[in-house]
């Protein structure tokens, strides 16, 4: 049973490791700050690292408006390989040989991505249908009709290109999957690919220079987690709490 201490109220700005999920990251905190009232504004996929926002106390209520704002990501793709996930973390569909492509034939494929879409989440996903989570379904090998979702890709670009490697940073809005960009990518240049490596930096204007790592986190008292707090009016001025 969780000992109550000092109610805190804010958003604190977390580092996430890539062996914990999202709850994971929760389960901690909520032992570090002996709360129960604690949540988060965008799950990361247990494969992916960096920029968690945490709400501790009263900040749980503005999750719909943080979870609203658009994200910053950077990550690998790696092309020749599709994977049942999309990502590094899926099992391994098909291999295909990767073409002799030039950065400037890859860039040209990203901008016919670029914009206003209607994205097709995949099977590996915390999306639910009647109730149960697709991820289930796809665990046992079961593919059903997914609702597309309206999303767009801000900008996206290149910032390694070694073949079979394309390492990238890609802006967008809530709800897209980056790992399905990376799978989508990989069939339009005929050779698939699946994403290797995510890291999200930044939502809206938060970044992950103020991040805390768990670690960090752990090493610090209540007060001075305190003076981590940032209150939801500093990230969403409209937000009056």
Same mark, same amino acid.
């Given at each position: 049973?969780?000992?109550? /201490?000092?109610?805190?109220? %804010?958003?604190?700005?977390?580092?996430?490791?890539?062996?914990?999920?999202?709850?994971?990251?929760?389960? #901690?905190?909520?032992?570090?700050? #002996?709360?129960? #009232?604690?949540?988060?504004?965008?799950?990361?996929?247990?494969?992916?690292?960096? +920029?968690?926002?945490? +709400?501790?106390?009263?900040?749980? /209520?503005?999750?719909?408006? +943080?979870?609203?704002?658009?994200?910053?990501?950077?990550?690998?793709?790696?092309? %020749?390989?599709?994977? =049942?996930?999309?990502?590094?973390?899926?099992?391994?569909?098909?291999?295909?040989?990767?073409?002799?492509? !030039?950065?400037?034939?890859? +860039?040209?494929?990203?901008? !016919?991505?670029?914009?206003?879409? *209607?994205?097709?989440?995949?099977?590996?996903?915390?999306?639910?249908? =009647?109730?149960?989570?697709?991820?289930?379904?796809?665990?046992?090998?079961?593919?059903?009709?997914?609702?597309?979702?309206?999303?767009? @890709? @801000?900008?996206?670009?290149?910032?390694?290109?070694?073949?079979?490697?394309?390492?990238?940073?890609?802006?967008? $809005?809530?709800? !897209? *999957?980056?790992?399905?960009?990376?799978?989508?990518?990989?069939?339009?240049?005929?050779?698939? %690919?699946?994403?290797?490596?995510?890291?999200?930096?930044? !939502?809206?204007?938060?970044?992950?220079?103020?991040?805390? $790592?768990?670690?960090?986190? =752990?090493?610090?008292?209540?007060?001075?987690?305190?003076?981590?707090?940032?209150?939801?009016?500093?990230?969403?001025?409209?937000?009056?709490?």
């Amino acid at each position: 049973m969780l000992v109550q /201490a000092k109610e805190l109220d %804010g958003i604190l700005l977390v580092d996430k490791p890539s062996d914990h999920t999202s709850h994971d990251v929760i389960a #901690r905190l909520r032992g570090k700050l #002996r709360m129960k #009232r604690i949540g988060h504004a965008g799950t990361l996929d247990p494969m992916a690292t960096g +920029l968690l926002l945490v +709400l501790v106390g009263k900040a749980t /209520a503005v999750s719909q408006y +943080l979870i609203s704002l658009d994200k910053e990501y950077t990550g690998t793709i790696k092309l %020749g390989v599709t994977t =049942n996930s999309q990502d590094a973390d899926g099992e391994v569909l098909m291999t295909r040989p990767v073409p002799p492509l !030039t950065e400037g034939e890859v +860039l040209a494929a990203i901008k !016919t991505m670029l914009g206003d879409q *209607y994205q097709i989440p995949p099977m590996f996903s915390a999306i639910k249908i =009647n109730g149960v989570p697709l991820y289930k379904l796809a665990r046992k090998g079961e593919e059903v009709v997914r609702e597309p979702r309206f999303v767009r @890709i @801000i900008s996206w670009d290149i910032t390694r290109f070694a073949l079979p490697e394309i390492d990238f940073r890609v802006r967008c $809005t809530k709800g !897209t *999957y980056v790992r399905t960009l990376a799978h989508d990518l990989g069939e339009k240049l005929g050779c698939g %690919g699946h994403l290797a490596a995510l890291r999200r930096t930044g !939502t809206d204007k938060l970044t992950l220079e103020r991040a805390l $790592t768990l670690d960090q986190i =752990n090493a610090l008292t209540l007060p001075e987690i305190e003076k981590h707090l940032l209150h939801p009016r500093d990230v969403v001025p409209s937000i009056a709490l």
